[in-house]
């Protein structure tokens, strides 16, 4: 489910804006309910604690060029090539990272994520870069 906001210098046309499923009642429903759990869980608060953890975890490894995030939404960068980094993760580690080009590694993890959870990552990775 999505939002949109539209400039008050854009006049909307009928029919200009659609999509097949928007605004019915079930998928505004799901969404109402993934609110509910989104609050009752407090995941916006552990995802910014996490998230914090993480980028301080991740600012004493070796070898980062930068690195960069908000919440769990983290981007590592390194001066070279993240192929064998990230393939290493994957095969030997069993960590499935995302990208955002050749140098940058994209950490997009659930809003749920625990601190020891994220201390297996920060585990993990370590193993790969001292490897």
């Known amino acids: 489910m999505g939002g949109l906001l539209i400039s008050p210098k854009f006049k909307p046309v009928y029919g200009m804006l659609g999509t097949t499923f928007g605004g019915n009642h079930l ?22 604690k996490v998230g914090a ?4 975890e991740l600012h004493k490894l070796p070898g980062i060029k930068e690195i960069r995030g908000r919440g ?13 980094v990230r393939s290493k993760l994957l095969f030997e580690e069993k960590v499935f990272t995302g990208v955002a080009g050749t140098h940058t590694i994209r950490l997009l993890p659930p809003l749920c ?6 201390k297996e990552f920060i585990r993990r990775f370590k193993k790969v870069l001292n490897a």
Request: aromatic share 4%; proline share 0%.
């Open 27 to 48: 998928a505004c429903a799901a969404a109402i309910a993934v609110l509910d759990i989104m609050e009752d869980e407090r995941l916006i608060d552990n995802a910014a």
């Open 53 to 56: 953890y993480l980028l301080e």
């Open 72 to 84: 769990l939404m983290i981007g590592i960068e390194f001066e070279e090539s993240i192929k064998e």
């Open 113 to 118: 994520l625990t601190i020891d959870e994220a």
